[in-house]
C-alpha cells in the first residue's frame, strides 16, 4: 500500500478485495472528507514496457467508459489517476455499502423467486443503460453484483467492458479469454466476437444460481467446464428446484442458449418477461418472499418505488439492553494497551478535525469504540466520551443524520447512570435537539429544547451558560419559522438578561439586539 496519497488526496486505508485486474481499497478522499473506493491495479501485473502501455490503455478506457454509464446501479466514477511511471494505476469511485450477491448463494436454501427476479430486473436495467453507450461488461458473476443497504443493485467492475469497435481485441488479446469459467458464454470461450448478449448468457448463469443454489454448469477441471458451456445442456431449473414458475424456467433456458443470435434480442426484452415475478408496488412480502436474515432485501424498490428515505427506528422496548455501568459500580480497569490506543485515537481524530476533515476524524474514534466497548462495557466512562466526541465531530461535520441517533442514545445511556437531569443527559438532548432542528424536524426539536431549558431552571440559573443558550437556539428557531411574536416572548427577556450580566457589547447579546430589531422592523413579514 502506497505510503503517500495519491495525487496528495486519496489515501488507501484498507483492501477490500483482490482480482485478476486489480485489487479495490477503501480509500478516503481528502479535499472532499468522504470515502471512497479506489481500484489499485497491481503493479506485478506491468512486466514489460509494452504491457505498461497496454494497461496504460485499457485504464484510461475503462475510466472514460464506466463514466458513461448513467444510472444509479453503476457507482460513479469520481476521477482516474495514472502514476507517470505506469507502475501504479488507480480509479477512484463511490464507495457501496452492501452485501456481495455470491454471499446469497447457499446450494441449500435457495432465494426466493422474488428476491432472483428482482436481482435480474436490476441488474438487466443497469445493462441496458450499459448496452446503449455501447459497453459489454464480460465478466458478469455474482461477485461483482452487489445489493446495496437500501436494495437498490449495483453491478461493479465494467472495467474490463470496452465499446464495441474494431481496435477492441487488440487490447484485449493477452493470450486468454476476459472472464469467469463459471459464467462464461460460448463465444467467450472459442475467442469469437463479443455482443450483448454474451452479457445476457451470463445474466442466466447468475438466475439458475439465484434459484436453485447451483451453478449452470460444474466440473473438476476448468477444460472440461468450458467444453460444457460450449456443448452441454444446461438442467432445467424445475427439476431441481419444482416451484420454479414455467415462465421463469423458459426464460434461463433461452438466456443460456449457445448461439448468441439465438438468445433474447436484448434486456430490455429479458426486463419485460421478469416483470411477472416482480411484486407490484404497496404488497407487503410474505412469507414465502423471506430472504436471508439481515440481508437487503432487493424486492424493496419494486414494493416502494421512490420511496423516501426511512425513518430512524426507535429503541423498543424490551428489547436487549446495552451493557451498562450503575452507580456506585467499580469501573473496569482500562487495559494499557488499551488506554494508549485510546490516546491515540483522540490525539489522530483532533489532529483530522484541525483540517476540517470531520468523516474520518469520526471513522478514526469509531475505530477504537468497538475494541473500547468490549473490554470495558458499551456505558464505561471511557467508551460513552469516545461516543460523544464521534457525535459531536458528526455534527460539526454537518452529518446530522448519522449524528442524531448517536446522541439520542447517550441520552439515554447517561440518564440510566446519573439520572435524567443530569448535566450530561441534558446536553446530548439538546445537541439531539439541534440535529433535529437542522433535519427540518423543528416542532420535535422546540419541544425537546424547552424540555431540557425546564430542567436547567429547576437545578441551575436561567442565566447560566447552559440556559442562556437554550434560549437563545429557541428564541432564534421560532424566528427562523417566521413565529416572530414568539421569539420577540423569549429573547427580549433573553436579551434585558445578557445586557445585565455580560454586558451589550457581547458577541452574543449584539446578535440577540440585531434579531429583536428585525422582528420590531416587520422585515419578515409577520411581525405587528
Not at 444510472?71 to 495514472?82: E, F, K, R, T
Not at 439465484?210 to 444446461?234: C, D, I, T, W
Not at 439531539?432 to 431552571?457: F, I, K, P, S
Request: aromatic letters at 6%; a negative charge.
Amino acid at each position: 500500500m502506497p505510503q503517500e496519497a495519491i495525487s496528495d488526496r486519496y489515501e488507501l486505508l484498507e483492501e477490500l478485495s483482490h482480482g485478476g485486474m486489480g485489487d479495490v481499497w477503501r480509500g478516503y478522499d481528502a479535499v472532499l472528507d468522504r470515502p471512497v473506493a479506489v481500484k489499485l491495479i497491481r503493479q506485478a501485473s506491468v512486466t514489460s514496457p509494452q504491457l505498461a502501455e497496454e494497461f496504460a490503455k485499457r485504464f484510461r478506457r475503462e475510466a472514460r467508459i464506466t463514466a458513461r454509464i448513467q444510472h444509479p446501479g453503476v457507482p460513479q466514477v469520481y476521477d482516474a489517476v495514472l502514476d507517470a511511471s505506469y507502475e501504479r494505476l488507480f480509479l477512484v469511485m463511490e464507495l457501496v455499502d452492501g452485501v456481495p450477491l455470491s454471499a446469497y448463494l447457499d446450494p441449500g436454501r435457495p432465494l426466493p423467486v422474488s428476491w432472483a427476479a428482482a436481482v435480474a430486473a436490476q441488474v438487466a436495467t443497469v445493462l441496458s443503460y450499459a448496452h446503449d453507450v455501447p459497453v459489454i461488461h464480460r465478466d458478469l458473476k455474482p461477485g461483482n453484483i452487489l445489493v446495496a443497504r437500501d436494495g437498490t443493485v449495483k453491478v461493479l467492475d465494467f472495467g474490463i467492458a470496452a465499446i464495441l469497435r474494431t481496435d477492441v481485441t487488440k487490447l484485449t488479446a493477452t493470450g486468454s479469454p476476459i472472464g469467469t469459467h463459471q459464467y462464461m458464454s460460448p463465444e467467450q470461450v472459442r475467442g469469437g466476437r463479443i455482443t450483448p448478449q454474451t452479457d445476457l448468457y451470463a445474466l442466466g448463469c447468475v438466475l439458475h444460481e439465484l434459484l436453485s443454489g447451483r451453478l449452470a454448469f460444474e466440473a473438476e477441471s476448468e477444460y472440461l467446464l468450458m467444453y460444457q458451456h460450449v456443448n452441454a445442456a444446461p438442467t432445467p431449473l424445475r427439476q431441481l428446484r419444482p416451484d420454479v414458475p414455467e415462465a421463469l424456467e423458459e426464460l434461463v433456458l433461452h438466456l443460456l442458449r449457445k448461439a448468441p443470435e439465438a438468445r433474447p434480442a436484448d434486456t430490455q426484452e429479458v426486463y419485460a418477461r421478469l416483470l411477472p415475478f416482480l411484486p407490484p408496488p404497496g404488497r407487503e412480502p410474505g412469507a414465502a418472499d423471506a430472504g436471508p436474515v439481515g440481508a437487503p432485501d432487493p424486492t424493496g424498490v419494486f414494493r416502494h418505488p421512490f420511496a423516501p428515505r426511512a425513518r430512524a427506528q426507535a429503541p423498543q422496548p424490551g428489547g436487549s439492553a446495552p451493557t451498562a455501568v450503575l452507580p456506585g459500580a467499580q469501573p473496569v480497569p482500562v487495559p494499557a494497551r488499551l488506554r494508549e490506543d485510546i490516546k491515540e485515537a483522540y490525539a489522530h481524530s483532533d489532529a483530522l478535525l484541525e483540517e476540517e476533515r470531520f468523516a474520518q476524524a469520526a471513522e478514526v474514534l469509531g475505530d477504537v469504540i468497538e475494541r473500547a466497548a468490549l473490554a470495558l462495557g458499551s456505558e464505561s466512562k471511557q467508551v460513552l466520551a469516545l461516543r460523544r466526541q464521534r457525535a459531536a465531530i458528526r455534527l460539526l461535520g454537518g452529518d446530522y443524520r448519522a449524528a442524531l441517533p448517536e446522541f439520542d442514545a447517550l441520552a439515554d445511556a447517561y440518564a440510566r447512570i446519573a439520572g435524567p437531569t443530569g448535566e450530561q443527559a441534558r446536553a446530548c438532548r439538546a445537541q439531539a435537539a439541534r440535529c433535529r432542528a437542522e433535519l427540518g424536524q423543528v416542532t420535535d426539536a422546540l419541544a425537546a429544547l424547552q424540555g431540557v431549558l425546564n430542567v436547567v431552571r429547576a437545578v441551575d440559573s436561567d442565566v447560566s451558560e447552559e440556559a442562556v443558550e437554550l434560549r437563545h437556539n429557541i428564541g432564534m428557531l421560532l424566528l427562523a419559522q417566521g413565529r416572530a411574536v414568539e421569539a420577540r416572548q423569549v429573547l427580549e427577556p433573553l436579551h434585558q438578561d445578557m445586557c445585565m450580566v455580560f454586558g451589550p457589547e457581547d458577541e452574543m447579546t449584539v446578535e440577540i439586539a440585531e434579531a429583536l430589531a428585525v422582528i420590531r422592523l416587520g422585515l419578515d413579514g409577520s411581525a405587528s
